[in-house]
């Protein structure tokens, strides 16, 4: 089945744009775009999307397009946007990002809010960390910062932002402390490299 | 939600016994066991506590997400807040992190020698992060508060600076109980690991309400005190 996704967003050139970059990945089917904010609560529920793709600056409170529906809300974002307003959002797209890239974060919000955390010991595939992950969690391990880290990845801030979440997620672990102790236990740096 | 949810008037020993976590408030009010059938009020006049205050703690104890409103607050006599938070301090610093840290060090002996440096670094330095924080309150905020409670201007602080940290804190704990329950090797989780998680969870509740404690009645407790004292 396919992953329905709808852009809400006023800019026509983003929104032409996102949609032939994402009509290009078979796994995606694009809903008609909301271009008005006003519109948007109620084509949340006329459209039924699996993700939502939304220009934070619209909005204040993700539950004014939402209403009480659990529905994973990735943020596009092509502006300045504060940190603590991004940390709201199930992942971030920026529009410069590649279309890989932005299918991976769409897919890894839709996957995350369809598998909640569970409790117990048997780990899904989607619970191990991608190599991309793995490389921004070493990096976060030995105490690098996120800008930092962007640029020895090659990618933007919000895209290390993405990938955080994702591990934060997948290992449960919040503090960089904690991740560091979990690299350790992984062999995936040794003590040399602790600062 | 609000509503008192317990009557002074009901014999402590229910209380109690309907709500055994309460014991460690008891202890940290200086309220003795053996209260036969005395009522929640006597026992508390009997070592000069606010049963209001008392019960305002139940309150946020008992039941989660529970905070007091304002009017709640400025009825309540509050002269017993700093000495609980102290108390609390001391409890957490003193009692339950050593404990921790002993089950640790056993759990540590089943590992690789590089392993459990690592896993013993990040609680001596979670250590260092809570005594820090707890240090700062209490040569800082708590002085502020009861040179207030006394009726003395005070310049030297505000609480709007109030820098709420123990979500951190919080943080850190839960992941070292994710660690110990999802990536130590096999060998290592013995019978101290079991302990260790459920001593963690414990102390996670307490410092959870712990910062219910400072954000939902200090901090507007306080603000009102400097409005009235230092008149702003």
Redesign the interface.
Same mark, same amino acid.
């Given at each position: 089945m396919k992953t329905r996704v709808l852009i809400i967003e006023p800019s026509e050139v983003v929104v032409a744009g996102m949609c032939t970059l994402l009509h290009e990945v078979s796994r995606f089917k694009v809903l008609e775009p909301v271009r008005d904010i006003r519109d948007a609560a109620q084509r949340v529920i006329a459209s039924r999307p699996d993700v939502v793709l939304l220009n934070p600056t619209l909005v204040e409170n993700l539950t004014d397009v939402l209403g009480d529906r659990h529905l994973p809300v990735v943020a596009l974002v092509y502006q300045y946007v504060e940190q603590l307003k991004l940390r709201r959002y199930d992942g971030v797209v920026d529009i410069r990002e590649s279309r890989g890239t932005i299918a991976e974060t769409l897919i890894a919000a839709t996957t995350a809010a369809a598998n909640p955390a569970q409790p117990d010991?048997d780990t899904p595939a989607g619970y191990e960390l991608s190599a991309r992950e793995t490389a921004v969690l070493v990096l976060v391990a030995k105490g690098l910062t996120n800008k930092e880290i962007a640029e020895q990845l090659h990618v933007s801030p919000h895209t290390v932002m993405s990938h955080r979440k994702n591990i934060v997620h997948k *290992?449960?672990?919040?503090?960089v402390?904690?991740l *560091?102790?979990?690299a350790? &236990?992984?062999n995936l740096i040794?003590?040399s490299t &602790?600062i | 939600m609000k509503a008192i949810h317990y009557d002074s008037g009901r014999k402590m020993s229910e209380l109690i016994t309907a709500e055994p976590g309460l014991v460690l408030i008891l202890q940290r009010m200086g309220l003795a066991l053996g209260f036969g059938d005395k009522s929640i009020e006597q026992v508390c006049a009997q070592h000069g506590v606010s049963a209001e205050f008392f019960l305002l703690l139940c309150d946020i104890y008992t039941h989660e997400g529970f905070a007091p409103d304002r009017e709640r607050i400025l009825r309540t006599p509050m002269g017993q807040l700093v000495p609980y938070l102290r108390q609390s301090h001391d409890y957490y610093v003193l009692k339950r992190l050593p404990h921790i840290e002993h089950h640790l060090h056993h759990i540590a002996e089943h590992l690789s020698e590089r392993v459990s440096t690592v896993l013993l670094r990040f609680f001596t330095l979670y250590k260092r992060e809570v005594a820090e924080h707890f240090a700062h309150e209490e040569q800082l905020v708590f002085p502020h508060v009861e040179r207030l409670q006394r009726g003395e201007r005070d310049n030297t602080y505000r609480i709007d600076s109030f820098v709420e940290e123990h979500g951190d804190l919080e943080d850190k704990l839960s992941d070292l109980v994710q660690i110990i329950f999802k990536y130590l090797p096999e060998e290592a989780t013995t019978d101290d690991a079991v302990d260790v998680v459920y001593d963690i969870l414990q102390v996670s509740n307490d410092l959870n309400r712990h910062s219910v404690i400072e954000e939902k009645v200090l901090v507007p407790y306080v603000k009102q005190l400097e409005q009235e004292v230092c008149g702003r």
């Open positions: 010991g *290992t449960g672990i919040r503090s402390a904690g *560091t102790v979990y350790m &236990l992984h040794d003590e &602790l | -």
